[in-house]
């Protein structure tokens, strides 16, 4: 499949133990928060709030790896850690990345859902 | 039981409070550690916290110091980052009850909230017994310690089952090829005296691979209990319809009913709801009532039914057998005394099956339990909630 790399959905379904239709629910929900999250990720490291900008990170982080997008993911462990050392120009100069990976993702999970 | 879950991810948030209502806990989750406090104090107390370490504004470490200053018995199982080994260990030392690491594997935290919770009543009764403060904390330094050599006993059993089984596979395989090409001598032997010693050895022979062959069902049994204990099986969770399984598993076994006089009959209602489960786990809780069955019923009829129960549906196993005296309906779950009399005294079942199967049912969040008398047969019930409707 042509998501593979972006969620790797046996990885998620791994720790679901195998229930798909909790996989399809937290699929709706992931879709339904995280558009948010980056929206307050990009304002937040736009108006140098470090503070901020590792907390949704560190959200986006966790969520990312539970539907499985691992490169998103780790995209926003990234983040996390520049946030955390306080150092802004990292932390901007990482957001590109995440935030082409989260289109890639999201582009995934839609198209699984009108699989479905 | 009421959990409080604290994790500041809601992925994370509602796939275990959906999960975990599935095996009977009721929650309340909250995103932070201020409000796990405010909740605490406003809702609580709960049976046991499960709070994820690593969360902006008060971390894990911070709302477990001052969860426990407020209750100082509540179990609180920290949920980690993966290899956040370190800070998992400080959390312990500073009084949680255990960790779990990211993602929640659920069935894992199931059974670690389960015990958990009953080490804390435990230590709750101890205390409620009036009991000096000093006899009671020799009391929880000796449970602490008990606590401790189960872990040790899980780890020892689990190695040593393994060992065990590798020489029983030639113990049985050798004892087999003998029994048979001696039992093929006997009609050429032509002293009457030699040919009755020999067919003598081909019986001893037959006991002998009878014996092992137990003894190698002990020990899987062993080895199966102490994989879900520890948390080590793999679960294979689907829907499962149990008129599949009950037609797959009495189909087998019924030619061997039928051999020893017996009939073996299934009765399904229909209409009952599937179940979420680990189907081969199912067969064979199943297959394991039915041997019950089997050793104990000498004629008459061993009856399998699947009928709606409340929100689930119950399987029964009834036969017309010898029966279970009462005081002995709880020891048959119980996996230390089923070891204990099986390795002693003259066994009569496979030991430690019963207890095997409660853990399993236990685990797909339903219940095992018997009705029976001495002379009036036994009812093995067992009670699985039915799964929700699947989504589109």
């Given at each position: 499949m042509s998501d593979e790399k972006h969620v790797d959905l046996d990885r998620a379904l791994q720790w679901l133990e195998g229930d798909e239709r909790m996989l399809e629910r937290i699929r709706q929900l992931f879709m339904r928060n995280i558009p948010e999250q980056m929206r307050g990720l990009k304002e937040a490291l736009d108006g140098g709030d470090l503070v901020l900008a590792e907390r949704i990170a560190h959200t986006i982080k966790g969520s990312a790896s539970m539907m499985g997008a691992v490169q998103m993911s780790q995209e926003a462990g990234v983040i996390e850690q520049h946030a955390m050392k306080r150092d802004l120009a990292a932390a901007k100069g990482s957001y590109p990345a995440i935030a082409a990976e989260y289109e890639l993702v999201m582009e995934a999970l839609k198209a699984l859902g009108e699989e479905a | 039981m009421r959990v409080l879950i604290v994790d500041d991810d809601e992925l994370v948030r509602f796939v275990l409070t959906e999960k975990l209502a599935e095996s009977g806990f009721g929650t309340v989750t909250v995103g932070d550690g201020l409000s796990a406090i405010e909740t605490y104090g406003s809702h609580?107390?709960?049976?046991a916290v499960l709070l994820?370490?690593?969360?902006?504004?008060?971390?894990g470490i911070e709302t477990l110091r001052e969860l426990l200053k407020r209750d100082p018995d509540v179990p609180v199982i920290m949920v980690t980052a993966?290899?956040?080994v370190a800070t998992a260990v400080e959390a312990i030392k500073i009084g949680a009850y255990d960790f779990v690491e990211k993602p929640p594997q659920i069935s894992r935290i199931g059974l670690t909230l389960r015990r958990a919770i009953e080490k804390a009543s435990l230590e709750r009764e101890v205390r409620e017994l009036g009991k000096s403060a000093a006899e009671s904390s020799t009391l929880k330094a000796a449970n602490d310690k008990l606590v401790e050599l189960d872990r040790i006993k899980t780890a020892f059993l689990s190695s040593i089952s393994h060992e065990l089984r590798t020489p029983l596979t030639s113990i049985i395989g050798f004892g087999e090829v003998n029994r048979s090409k001696l039992a093929k001598l006997v009609p050429r032997l032509e002293d009457p005296k030699a040919a009755r010693e020999v067919s003598q050895t081909v019986d001893n022979l037959q006991i002998l691979v009878g014996e092992a062959r137990r003894l190698t069902e002990l020990v899987d049994n062993v080895l199966e209990l102490t994989a879900i204990e520890a948390g080590t099986v793999v679960w294979n969770w689907q829907p499962v319809a149990l008129g599949g399984v009950i037609d797959e598993v009495v189909g087998a076994q019924a030619p061997l009913f039928n051999q020893k006089g017996l009939d073996l009959v299934s009765e399904v209602a229909s209409g009952i709801p599937t179940v979420r489960g680990d189907r081969e786990r199912l067969c064979q809780v199943l297959r394991h009532l039915l041997a019950n069955a089997f050793k104990f019923t000498s004629r008459g009829r061993v009856v399998v039914r699947a009928l709606s129960s409340g929100n689930g549906v119950r399987l029964e196993v009834s036969d017309p057998g010898c029966g279970i005296p009462e005081t002995l309906h709880r020891v048959i779950f119980d996996k230390f005394r089923q070891l204990g009399e099986t390795l002693?005294?003259?066994?009569?079942g496979v030991g430690l099956g019963l207890p095997l199967c409660r853990l399993i049912v236990e685990c797909h969040g339903g219940s095992l339990s018997v009705a029976s008398e001495p002379g009036k047969g036994s009812v093995f019930s067992v009670v699985l909630p039915a799964a929700e409707e699947a989504g589109s």
């Open positions: - | 609580g107390p709960f049976d994820d370490l690593k969360m902006p504004g008060m971390d993966f290899g956040d002693t005294d003259k066994p009569k």
